[in-house]
């Protein structure tokens, strides 16, 4: 695993928790969703940039 991977990493659990926490208080998005919509935004975000 390269550097830069691990940095993605890094940012896809923290957007991921930021996600779930987020989405807990909306009723048709669980934590579940949050989750993985915040990991899946900073993955489709860095992808992008290079």
Known sequence: M???EKA???KMAVSALIGAVIA???P????IV???A???F???RAKKRG
């Open 8 to 10: 993605l990493s890094k």
């Open 2 to 4: 390269t550097e830069d």
């Open 28 to 31: 048709f998005v669980g934590p």
């Open 34 to 36: 949050g989750a993985i």
């Open 24 to 26: 807990i208080p909306v």
């Open 38 to 40: 915040g990991a899946g």
């Open 42 to 44: 900073t993955y489709f």
